[in-house]
């Protein structure tokens, strides 16, 4: 059996009056993604691990930002052509942990909702995805509600 870990990371700014979409769920909040996709921090930064891990480059590599074809994407799609992407290599996912640091809106609640529409496009269970929320306590561009990011960690395995 062959494993590999990978780690992502993704920041997107937040203007008033734009769509918040995370995890693949549309969130009703005052401020949105200033993105060439969708903006979903979270997908982007477990695209990124998972791509890491099979090392197979970035998302900016498979899905280019200055793309017509990626235009207002949903990040679930890109998710979904990444877990095709890693097994081409034999690879499937083994587990998602990841944490999502924005003041507002709060998170929680929405956490469940992401978490199965996530297993729902890579293919597994609600439960080997972890989602985590985390205020920076207002410190920084999280803090003060200009921006997000996500961090994610992925296990991936091989039979």
């Known amino acids: 059996m062959d494993i590999r870990v990978g780690y992502g990371y993704d920041v997107h700014r937040l203007e008033k009056g734009l769509p918040l979409t995370i995890?693949?769920?549309?969130?009703?909040?005052?401020?949105?993604?200033?993105?060439?996709s969708?903006?979903?921090?979270?997908?982007?930064?477990?695209?990124?691990?998972?791509?890491?891990a099979a090392n197979m480059r970035d998302i900016g590599y498979h899905f280019p930002d200055n793309s017509d074809d990626y235009?207002?994407?949903?990040?679930?799609?890109?998710?979904?052509?990444?877990v095709e992407l890693i097994a081409t290599k034999?690879?499937?996912?083994?587990?998602?942990?990841?944490?999502i640091a924005m003041q507002q809106p709060k998170l929680k609640n929405h956490i469940p909702a992401m978490q199965q529409r996530l297993a729902?496009?890579?293919g597994t269970d609600a439960d080997r995805i972890s989602i985590k929320?985390?205020?920076?306590?207002?410190?920084?561009?999280?803090?003060?509600?200009?921006g997000a990011s996500a961090y994610a960690t992925v296990l991936i395995i091989k039979d």
Do not use: M
């Not at 949903?74 to 990444?82: A, P």
């Open 23 to 36: 995890g693949g769920i549309r969130i009703d909040y005052e401020k949105g993604w200033v993105a060439h």
């Open 71 to 82: 235009k207002g994407i949903d990040s679930t799609v890109l998710l979904r052509k990444t």
């Open 90 to 99: 034999g690879y499937k996912v083994g587990n998602i942990d990841s944490t």
């Open 120 to 122: 729902e496009v890579v």
């Open 38 to 52: 969708d903006g979903d921090v979270l997908i982007h930064a477990i695209c990124d691990a998972l791509l890491g």
């Open 133 to 146: 929320a985390t205020t920076t306590e207002h410190l920084g561009f999280e803090g003060e509600g200009t």
